[in-house]
Nanobody, 124 residues
Framework: VQLQASGGGLVQAGDSLNLSCAASGRTLRDYVTAWFRQTPGKEREFVAAISHGGSTAYGDSSKGRYTISRDNAESTVLLQMNSLRPEDTAVYFC???????????????????WGQGTLVTVSS
């Protein structure tokens, strides 16, 4: 499956931003889908994930400020980011596990399919 992440941009600290992850020709309802983020020189950091059944998990830096969900048609996975901070600046990637794997995993290595990333820049 091919993933397409979108919605990044330049915002100010305290603002909100919504990211979207779409799958070409498929519904993400069939996949554990996650968001990761990465800054230069660092490994990809787990942000949030949603399972087939709608269970969610969040990384320590996103808990309480970000919300992951699927849209009504379950064809995209959304990441609503509130109270953004300069340290949230990163390239955000959406990723999906092999459809036979139904458990949320926090390691990037557990995800098979990746989108191209969308840049989020938060100015102070």
């Amino acid at each position: 499956v091919q993933l397409q992440a979108s919605g990044g941009g330049l915002v100010q600290a305290g603002d909100s931003l919504n990211l979207s992850c779409a799958a070409s020709g498929r519904t993400l309802r069939d996949y554990v889908t996650a968001w990761f983020r990465q800054t230069p020189g660092k490994e990809r950091e787990f942000v949030a994930a949603i399972s087939h059944g709608g269970s969610t998990a969040y990384g320590d830096s996103s808990k309480g400020r970000y919300t992951i969900s699927r849209d009504n048609a379950e064809s995209t996975v959304l990441l609503q980011m509130n109270s953004l901070r300069p340290e949230d600046t990163a390239v955000y990637f959406c990723a999906a596990r092999n459809p036979s794997l139904t458990v949320i995993h926090r390691s990037a290595r557990a995800y098979t399919y990746w989108g191209q990333g969308t840049l989020v820049t938060v100015s102070s």
